[in-house]
């Protein structure tokens, strides 16, 4: 039971976020073009109901109050449209509803952690009421109108919805609320804007009034209307219903067809009164609807458009999709063990032809699962990225910077766990552009000859083994001279060392670095970017910041696709096997013992590509007994990471494999292990267990290279 | 039957149900080992099986008494020489008998495993404070005469 009411808590957050995130966008796009659609006021208009009546039904007083506050605030912009809004208070009313936006996150983040709800939402409730009077006082004249249309129409019609649908149900078919409830519902699949009289349905204590006097839902379109009537035709127990028009905004709308309208009335309410009529349709209105053309035909598309939304989903837990990965892991694992099996090769000579039909047949099947499984946790990151445009705007606002924020490849898919383990870090990056990033003043970047608007690229970039997210903006740049000054200053740099200016960028990334000398509500505390590698890195993702000192700067994510599968380069050391991840890999090459140049400290280096690169060999490292002595009887491979790049000595290279990351045994980790550069360790075809290097740990820890 | 004769059943039922459980608790089964002529027992309820002829993978940077990790059936299980851990010289054997602490699967590589055998509690005595030997919580001698067994304390083991 407990159980039961997690996932319905569950449901309820996931609702409500989607319906928060739903709102937040359309108030940015609203905010750009400075008004509110008539349709952006009604989708807030069903938001906002939605809110209430799911927080309603958790029992979330506060919200709900709250939601039912804004949802009058809207229901009479909806009336009188966004002109009964002063252009000097529109500015007021956005930032209104952002921070209604914050406090409910903030609020559901609180059920998320099991805090208690806040109580304190008089000072907003106060905001909204006078945002209220003040409309009511300059729209009183539109108010009165409509009021009075409201109170002629208040038992056929509700404002905006003029097509009524009265509706009986079969006498003493029990329970009347709950199958008015089953209507709604109903009817709800098929269009989603009406309103149900009385509001409650389902409310037992309403039973006794809907068996008397029906109930009544209420279209803005004709068209919904007689969708809902084809649904409720073949419902059993409803007795009747009838349609009626009569509001005045059809009567608008309607104007020529007026008389024939409210003269169709009568002979409705006489069928009614029979005892067992047949469903009365309102042909010749229909007619008349239909004739009207254009504007119906584009409800229609748009009626067509929202079921394309409503896609057909299911959410999984996702600790079931992880243990689906874990299994189809072992299963490209055995399959590998199979078709390399030992035994075959006992076998040479004989015609395995059947045999390797079948293997090559099952290799494809298992590659199919293994990506099909692995789409299953893909995500667009298009919803991190458009929280970002939140963060823009609100800290142009406060930092008084006009900045915009462009997407592009918003619909690249990447794994659930990635997309959690970014948002946090672009979040940082995107707030270092805003905050170090653009000029703060216009006047600097006219003069700098740049638009005076300052602009953010967010990309996402999929090249197939990876996941390239960038954050790019046109602003200052970095001065490396003032981060180095400051490095040295904080003594994380050799005040007498040169440094490249890959190095330098590197600063920015370590923990405790911040150019701002005072700590702001955005930044200053030297955790950002610290917190940017460490996340990333704990997807074994890569960080790279490039700058260019007054024209911008740039900062590179580098994640692989799916952390539990990836690429491996298999190299021998004596009698291990290990496994270099692929993506760290540049290059591997052969060498001559001239080639290796020393330093004063016995350090060994080679030289590729015009630069110097420190050379590790693998067996002194972890004290193995090579088979390759020499210099020229081994290989080099040149791996690089985010921080460093060097060349790895090994004896031989085994061949690429894909293979499956397995965390080491916790035991292991109480001796250090992770940190002498072994980050897991995978299963081979034969059975055999290689070891993964987590390259950028192998060099930073070892003692000989820890003093550079 | 009547209300009291039931009672009184019950009750002598109680007695005689508790009479069993004293002599259940009263012996418990231990796996014993050889390792340098130490005759060694393990509690029977944390073995989880005896497996020989593994590969051993080597795990660089860690004590020489961690021997590597062994994939057993897909899963990766750290191995420990009971000799180098006592450190006494090792010898070539491939006898490895997992063990399951807390949720911490592990391999112990010793040189030949016993038998099985119920020993009464209380027969199992302290370790006298002047011999205590680190990973040794008790002693008994062996119901057969056939030696003294020195009960390991896994947890102890595992402990660095």
């Not at chain 1, 809907?210 to 969708?227: P, W, Y």
């Not at chain 1, 229609?300 to 996702?318: C, D, F, M, R, Y």
């Not at chain 2, 020993?119 to 990973?135: F, G, S």
Request: proline share 4%.
């Amino acid at each position: 039971m407990a159980n039961n009411g997690d996932s319905i808590l569950e449901m309820y957050l996931y609702e409500t976020n989607s319906l928060l995130e739903q709102l937040d966008n359309i108030m940015l796009t609203a905010e750009q073009a400075d008004t509110l659609s008539q349709e952006d006021v009604n989708e807030i208009f069903r938001i906002m109901h939605t809110l209430k009546g799911s927080a309603a039904m958790m029992e979330f007083e506060p919200l709900m109050t709250l939601a039912h506050r804004i949802e009058d605030l809207f229901y009479l912009i909806r009336e009188g449209t966004m002109e009964i809004i002063p252009e000097e208070d529109k500015p007021k009313l956005f930032n209104l509803l952002f921070k209604f936006i914050d406090y409910f996150r903030g609020q559901i983040e609180n059920i998320e952690s099991g805090a208690p709800l806040s109580n304190d939402i008089d000072s907003f409730v106060t905001i909204i009421n006078t945002v209220i009077d003040k409309i009511n006082g300059t729209g009183a004249k539109k108010e009165e109108s409509s009021e009075s249309s409201a109170s002629s129409s208040e038992t056929d019609g509700v404002g905006g919805y003029p097509y009524t649908l009265h509706i009986h149900l079969d006498e003493g078919c029990g329970m009347e609320n709950l199958r008015a409830f089953m209507v709604v519902n109903d009817v709800k699949e098929c269009c989603s804007d009406f309103v149900v009289e009385p509001e409650d349905v389902d409310d037992s204590s309403l039973a006794q009034t809907i068996a008397k006097d029906g109930f009544k839902l209420h279209f803005s379109t004709a068209v919904d209307r007689e969708n809902a009537v084809k649904i409720i035709e073949l419902m059993g127990f409803v007795k009747s219903f009838e349609q009626i028009d009569n509001n005045s905004v059809a009567a608008e709308e309607q104007a020529p067809k007026k008389d024939e309208e409210t003269k169709k009335e009568e002979p409705v309410v006489v069928a009614e009164a029979e005892p067992k009529p047949e469903p009365v349709v309102d042909k010749p209105v229909q007619r008349t609807k239909k004739a009207a053309g254009t504007p119906i035909a584009a409800q229609k598309e748009a009626a067509t458009q929202g079921h394309q939304i409503k896609q057909s989903l299911i959410s999984v837990n996702l600790s079931k999709l992880d243990q689906l990965m874990a299994v189809v892991g072992e299963i490209v694992i055995t399959e590998a063990m199979v078709t390399a099996s030992p035994d075959l090769r006992g076998l040479e000579g004989v015609k395995l032809d059947n045999f390797n039909k079948s293997a090559r047949q099952l290799r494809k099947l298992t590659d199919e699962l293994q990506d099909i499984s692995m789409s299953l946790r893909m995500v667009p990151v298009s919803g991190t990225f458009q929280k970002m445009r939140r963060i823009v705007r609100d800290m142009g606002q406060k930092l008084g910077r006009r900045a915009r924020l462009t997407i592009i490849g918003e619909d690249t898919e990447i794994d659930k766990t990635i997309v959690d383990a970014i948002s946090d870090p672009i979040m940082h990056i995107v707030r270092n552009s805003m905050d170090h990033g653009i000029e703060p003043d216009e006047k600097m970047r006219i003069a700098a000859g740049k638009d005076p608007e300052g602009e953010i690229i967010l990309s996402a970039q999929n090249t197939g083994s990876e996941v390239i997210i960038k954050v790019e903006d046109d602003g200052g740049g970095v001065d490396t001279n003032a981060v180095l000054a400051k490095a040295i200053r904080q003594g994380l740099a050799n005040p007498d060392a040169e440094y490249s200016q890959r190095e330098i960028m590197n600063f920015l990334m370590m923990p405790g670095f911040s150019t701002n000398t005072e700590v702001t509500e955005f930044s200053g505390r030297g955790v950002g970017m610290d917190v940017v590698k460490k996340n990333i890195e704990a997807v074994s993702g890569v960080v790279q910041m490039t700058s260019e000192f007054g024209k911008g700067s740039c900062t590179t994510l580098k994640i692989p696709l799916t952390t539990a599968i990836m690429d491996g380069m298999e190299v021998a050391v004596g009698d291990s096997i290990f496994t270099i991840p692929i993506q760290n890999i540049r290059q591997s090459f052969k060498a001559t013992k001239d080639d290796i140049i020393y330093d004063a400290m016995k350090g060994e280096m080679i030289c590729k590509m015009d630069n110097f690169y420190p050379v590790l060999r693998l067996h002194n490292r972890y004290g193995l007994i090579p088979r390759a002595e020499n210099t020229e009887d081994g290989i080099f491979v040149w791996v690089e990471t985010s921080e460093n790049s060097y060349c790895l000595f090994v004896d031989e290279l085994l061949g690429e494999q894909q293979v499956v990351i397995k965390p080491l045994p916790s035991y292991l980790n109480t001796f250090g292990i992770k940190e002498s550069g072994i980050v897991g360790c995978t299963i081979l075809g034969d059975g055999n267990i290689s070891l993964i290097l987590d390259v950028s740990n192998l060099i930073s820890s070892d003692s000989g290279y820890a003093m550079f | 039957m009547s209300d009291e004769n039931m009672l009184f059943a019950t009750e002598e039922q109680q007695a005689n149900n508790k009479e069993q459980e004293v002599e259940e608790v009263a012996t418990r089964k231990y796996l014993t080992f050889r390792t340098d002529n130490l005759l060694f027992g393990i509690e029977a309820e944390i073995v989880m099986e005896i497996i020989t002829n593994y590969v051993v993978t080597c795990v660089p940077m860690v004590p020489s008494y961690v021997k590597g990790i062994i994939n057993l059936r897909g899963q990766i299980i750290p191995l420990l020489d009971m000799r180098q851990r006592l450190n006494i010289e090792p010898i070539d054997t491939d006898c490895i008998i997992v063990i399951n602490v807390n949720d911490v699967r592990i391999g112990i590589l010793v040189d030949a495993v016993s038998q099985i055998i119920d020993i009464p509690v209380d027969t199992i005595l302290p370790v006298p404070q002047h011999n205590a030997q680190k990973y040794v919580s008790g002693m008994c001698n062996m119901p057969d005469e056939s030696g003294t067994m020195l009960v390991l304390d896994c947890s102890l083991l595992l402990a660095d």
